[in-house]
């Protein structure tokens, strides 16, 4: 049997997805996260065989899990399924160490052959995507992106600053060079852009 934990913080899709997957006779879901931190800690308890998880969720991204499960050098591979088709976030997956990158849109039988390739170690990436990549290359740096997102969302350079132990003037700094980098004309512009190519 293919053990497989699945991370999705929508309770109908993350219903749908366990509920197509329990079908497959050689499938078994033996755990569901709401969030990245509970993917997480399945993960470590559990050690199953494939990750399924969302990209956006709360307290932890997909990508951010991924990365984790790849640092803990646990036996789990990981497959992204998202509703992002941008090769920015197919890359920084595929940096972070993911196996498999579903769009939620693909055909509900390409899921479980996935889970299957993906834990005969396999990858089962979208191939147009895949083209997409290798483009254009991300120019933000890990902190530029996270300040950049957190203005995105609208907060102010004092609450960023903050939140992360850094000074307003630094916080300032990293905005420029985002928006410098993007061609952008300010913070909301520019996190839109970022956005766009799957940057954020």
Do not use: H
């Amino acid at each position: 049997m293919i053990r497989v934990v699945i991370a999705e913080d929508q309770a109908m899709v993350l219903g749908a997805l366990a509920a197509l997957l329990e079908i497959e006779g050689d499938i078994d879901v033996i755990g569901r996260a709401r969030d990245g931190e509970e993917a997480l800690a399945l993960c470590m308890r559990e050690r199953p065989d494939v990750l399924l998880t969302d990209i956006e969720m709360p307290k932890m991204t997909g990508l951010e899990v991924a990365a984790a499960v790849k640092r803990a050098a646990l036996p789990t591979r990981v497959i992204i399924l998202t509703t992002f088709a941008r090769g920015g976030y197919l890359r920084r997956a595929l940096d972070a160490g993911a196996s498999g990158y579903l769009l939620k849109d693909s055909p509900a039988e390409q899921l479980a052959n996935a889970v299957r390739r993906v834990k005969l170690g396999g990858r089962v990436i979208d191939p147009e995507l895949a083209a997409e990549a290798w483009g254009e290359p991300d120019p933000l740096t890990d902190r530029e992106r996270q300040v950049l997102r957190m203005a995105g969302e609208g907060q102010s350079s004092a609450d960023i600053a903050a939140a992360l132990n850094l000074s307003e003037g630094t916080v300032r700094n990293y905005l420029s060079e985002a928006i410098n980098k993007l061609g952008a004309a300010n913070r909301v512009e520019a996190a839109r852009i970022a956005r766009d190519k799957g940057w954020l």
